[in-house]
């Protein structure tokens, strides 16, 4: 009798022990996940410098369209964007030309605040001169921006009304 209850508490005792360890384990498991949370997901260059291309080109018809507060959140994108691109990828060479679309980028801001159609269309041929001469400098001139033409963007209204 006394071997089957020593055999029973030790059974026991393994198994509180086993359990112990095994919460211990996933609490670890727990703090390390949530310590790597914040780094495990980097976005990439290229893919904010095309969320940058849908900005360019959306801030394009809102301005074509007058519709000022679409262009000015269109603009703001852009500049966060740009201040991800700046945290996120400051290792890039290629980040530390951005600084040349910040004035480009302030006039085309300072358009859309006068609402200024004429300044608009100037300041956002200069914003897209710009960002081509960036590539170049950077060796992507094969990305070539442009003012858009017909627009992809059929599912969103850019007029006022």
Not at 17 to 37: C, G, L
Not at 50 to 72: D, V
Not at 144 to 161: A, W, Y
Request: aromatic share 12%; proline share 3%; net charge positive.
């Amino acid at each position: 009798m006394k071997p089957a209850l020593i055999f029973l508490l030790f059974i026991a005792f393994t198994g509180c022990m086993h359990q112990q360890d095994k919460t211990t384990v996933m609490q670890n498991s727990n703090d390390t996940s949530e310590n790597n949370r914040t780094v495990i997901y980097k976005p990439g260059f290229g893919e904010m410098m095309e969320n940058i291309r849908l900005y360019h080109a959306k801030l394009w018809y809102a301005g074509q369209n007058r519709n000022w507060k679409l262009a000015a959140f269109e603009i703001h994108e852009i500049t966060e964007t740009l201040d991800d691109i700046r945290k996120y990828q400051k290792e890039r060479k290629e980040t530390r030309y951005l600084d040349m679309i910040d004035l480009p980028l302030e006039n085309v801001r300072i358009s859309v605040e006068q609402k200024d159609s004429v300044k608009f269309e100037k300041s956002y041929a200069q914003l897209t001169k710009s960002c081509n001469e960036c590539h170049r400098i950077t060796y992507y001139e094969f990305i070539k921006m442009k003012i858009p033409g017909k627009g992809p963007f059929g599912n969103q209204q850019f007029g006022v009304n």
